[in-house]
């Protein structure tokens, strides 16, 4: 027996309550709420970015909507837009960055690396917690390529910014 599963839209995410993102029409749900870990590791990296960022036009926005289109709503954990946002981002960011936990592995990995490339976002940072490392892809000529694992330097070539990912784990 094959059973429909329905889709929704842009219009219905907005009268849903709790946090959810929206993937090709399906509905994903964002619960449980992240860690102290998790926690803790975004608020280092948005106080390293953003102080990296201080002479640039560019800012660091922590879970925010990104409504790619009618059947796509993501929220990534970090963006850094250069462009001022008052309600919701209207363009690519220039960098995405998830911070993995056990419900967002498949996610992250998987389905936004998809997403994200498709949509050319320059880079896309995945960070592991667990393992006091990140993986950074950037793209080039329209696919992602590994740029960096570890927990070292990585200098963007967004406004030349250089980030240490020793000091946020």
Request: aromatic share 16%.
């Given at each position: 027996?094959?059973?429909?599963?329905?889709?929704?839209?842009?219009?219905?995410?907005?009268?849903?309550?709790?946090?959810?993102?929206?993937?090709?029409?399906?509905?994903?749900?964002?619960?449980?709420?992240?860690?102290?870990?998790?926690?803790?590791?975004?608020?280092?990296?948005?106080?390293?970015?953003?102080?990296?960022?201080?002479?640039c036009e560019c800012e660091v926005y922590p879970e925010l909507d990104w409504v790619i289109d009618e059947k796509n709503?993501?929220?990534?954990?970090?963006?850094?837009?250069?462009?001022?946002?008052?309600?919701?981002?209207?363009?690519?960011?220039?960098?995405?960055?998830?911070?993995?936990?056990?419900?967002?592995?498949?996610?992250?990995?998987?389905?936004?690396?998809?997403?994200?490339?498709?949509?050319?976002?320059?880079?896309?940072?995945?960070?592991?917690?667990?393992?006091?490392?990140?993986?950074?892809?950037?793209?080039?000529?329209?696919?992602?390529?590994?740029?960096?694992?570890?927990?070292?330097?990585?200098?963007?070539?967004?406004?030349?910014?250089?980030?240490?990912?020793?000091?946020?784990?």
């Open positions: 027996m094959s059973v429909p599963i329905p889709r929704y839209s842009y219009s219905d995410y907005k009268k849903w309550d709790g946090d959810w993102e929206l993937i090709e029409g399906y509905p994903f749900a964002m619960s449980p709420s992240p860690t102290g870990k998790h926690q803790k590791l975004m608020r280092k990296l948005i106080t390293t970015f953003s102080s990296e960022l201080e002479e709503v993501v929220r990534p954990d970090l963006a850094i837009y250069c462009e001022d946002i008052e309600t919701y981002p209207k363009t690519t960011p220039k960098i995405i960055i998830e911070i993995i936990s056990e419900s967002s592995i498949q996610r992250d990995e998987e389905i936004k690396y998809m997403i994200y490339e498709e949509e050319k976002v320059a880079y896309y940072l995945i960070a592991y917690p667990d393992f006091g490392k990140v993986r950074i892809f950037e793209l080039k000529d329209g696919k992602y390529q590994k740029a960096y694992e570890g927990d070292g330097k990585f200098k963007f070539d967004l406004c030349d910014i250089e980030v240490n990912f020793k000091g946020v784990f």
